[in-house]
């Protein structure tokens, strides 16, 4: 039986977060937290956890309160909280009320914790409610509550409705609550999420499970779906299968992948956090804080968000990695996740096939070298940080090529082997090539040989990408002068414009066949540090 399914709050392989004793051990002493995290980031699990955490002491009754009542007012959520405590009655003026009651009821626990998910839906203002929304009324009469309390502890999840909370409606619960955020899982908790298949006696990969975190970007809901995709295989999973079942997500679940994005911006709100990603993923290197803070400007806008609490909602949604201070550091360092989310959803017009190739091939190396960070993985050994093998950069390339309208064969097998890519577009049958390579790395200086030896006339273009881990001094001069003169074929250094790509060679070769191999070389360095 499968074990993974993305669709429920109750999977059946769960990865405690770090920040789990630290919320829980707030709410027992009776205060108050307020948990931030995007869609599918986890947080009805975070919930659940917390709540077996808590019910480990006998003395403590949780009660989790998974969404508002329909009727959204504050009569109505006083009502909900009576009914599942258990406390008889129907006109209750305060929460203050309702907690006594239960506190006076025989054999109860001595401690009392209150879970709300969906915090986001409390920020909702309607017409019956206008002059006391249930936001502020309700949860700052639960605050006042709770601080005459000792025994009362109170917990709120929620994502850009927080801040509509805080700014709009006012509320001195969340001024008072220790606020934590939900971030992306890393490599290793991917790992263990991964043990069923080990348990199984299949083990995956770890070059499949390095593209399934890089296509996920670490967000558990859709990592969820990988695994539960992978599951279905008759046959051991490869790298490029993970690019082929992330495809088909964006196919027949691309709303969801809007409401990720959805769940940190909103027209009627603010558009800071979309404008602020979008500078972000657009920066070729760090960025300044003050090119951030010119995002943040929305006219008219109820909301009014700072840096902090746009990059605070934004890494809590899976889309940046922020290393440093938030308050401090400048140029920040930030980038995006590498992601589904992060590639390339569209291309731009280009005059034919060819020029297209390359265009998005370019669009790709760009979004590869902004989060360039996400693709190195701790050494053998402990030495330090090195970049994954050279076929997860490759599958990672297929699943953006695949998102852009193009097609790329699985384990594409050529007139001299397989080759890292081979794409279609619109069932034509000209075939483009390209083959990725590590600086330093296996036969990195035969590429070009290889491309050729891959050329049939069904091929139309080729591309050799050089990635390298380190600086590499006059890179391209020695490029030409190491991998290309010595084949005695016609090279031309090409321009580039506002691209973080340090070379561009276009080359062109006579082949077997008498084929004419036009082949583009690009050299992109990959940083350690974001």
Request: hydrophobic content about 45%; proline content about 6%; glycine content about 6%.
């Amino acid at each position: 039986m499968n074990p993974y399914d993305w669709q429920s709050h109750n999977p059946k392989v769960e990865i405690p977060r770090a920040l789990l004793g630290r919320v829980a051990e707030t709410l027992h002493r009776g205060g108050s937290a307020v948990v931030l995290g995007g869609r599918g980031m986890g947080k009805s699990v975070f919930l659940r956890q917390l709540r077996a955490a808590l019910e480990r002491d006998a003395d403590t009754r949780v009660v989790l309160i998974s969404s508002p009542p329909a009727a959204l007012t504050v009569e109505a959520c006083l009502g909900q909280l009576a009914r599942r405590l258990g406390v008889a009655g129907t006109d209750f003026y305060s929460s203050a009320e309702i907690i006594e009651a239960y506190f006076a009821s025989a054999d109860v626990p001595e401690r009392l914790v209150l879970l709300f998910d969906e915090f986001d839906r409390y920020a909702v203002r309607n017409a019956e409610s206008a002059a006391n929304p249930p936001g502020r009324g309700f949860f700052n009469d639960l605050e006042a509550t709770r601080r005459d309390v000792q025994r009362l502890g109170v917990l709120a999840t929620g994502s850009l409705g927080v801040f509509v909370v805080r700014d709009v409606l006012g509320s001195s619960f969340l001024a008072r609550a220790l606020h934590v955020s939900l971030t992306p899982f890393e490599r290793d908790a991917v790992d263990d999420l991964a043990s069923p298949f080990a348990e199984d006696g299949r083990a995956l990969p770890e070059n499949v499970v390095d593209n399934l975190h890089l296509a996920a970007g670490g967000i558990p809901a859709l990592l969820t779906y990988g695994l539960e995709r992978l599951w279905e295989l008759d046959r051991k999973p490869i790298e490029h299968d993970v690019a082929e079942l992330f495809a088909d997500f964006r196919r027949h679940h691309g709303e969801y992948l809007k409401d990720l994005l959805r769940a940190v911006a909103d027209p009627l709100l603010s558009e800071a956090p979309r404008r602020v990603l979008e500078r972000i993923r657009g920066a070729v290197e760090s960025i300044d804080r003050a090119e951030l803070e010119k995002a943040l400007r929305s006219p008219g806008s109820p909301l009014t968000l700072d840096l902090v609490d746009v990059l605070l909602l934004l890494e809590a949604s899976g889309l940046v990695r922020v290393a440093g201070s938030l308050h401090a550091d400048d140029p920040l360092s930030v980038h995006p996740i590498a992601s589904v989310l992060d590639l390339p959803q569209a291309s731009p017009p280009a005059p034919g096939p060819a020029e297209r190739f390359c265009q998005d091939l370019e669009a790709l190396l760009a979004k590869l070298h902004r989060s360039s960070v996400d693709f190195f993985r701790a050494a053998r050994g402990g030495q330090g940080k090195q970049l994954v093998p050279e076929s997860v950069f490759a599958a990672h390339l297929a699943l953006g090529f695949e998102l852009l309208g193009w097609h790329t064969e699985r384990e594409a097998q050529s007139a001299a082997g397989r080759t890292d890519l081979k794409l279609r577009r619109n069932a034509s049958p000209e075939a483009f090539i390209a083959e990725v390579k590590i600086w330093g790395r296996n036969d990195y200086r035969e590429t070009h040989r290889q491309i050729e030896r891959y050329w049939t006339a069904e091929v139309v273009r080729g591309a050799v990408v050089q990635l390298a881990e380190t600086d590499v001094p006059d890179w391209a001069e020695r490029y030409r002068r190491e991998c290309l003169e010595p084949l005695g074929i016609e090279v031309e250094l090409l321009p580039l414009t506002d691209s973080p790509i340090v070379a561009h060679f276009g080359s062109t070769s006579l082949v077997s066949g008498n084929l004419t191999a036009h082949v583009d070389h690009y050299l992109v360095r990959l940083s350690r540090r974001p």
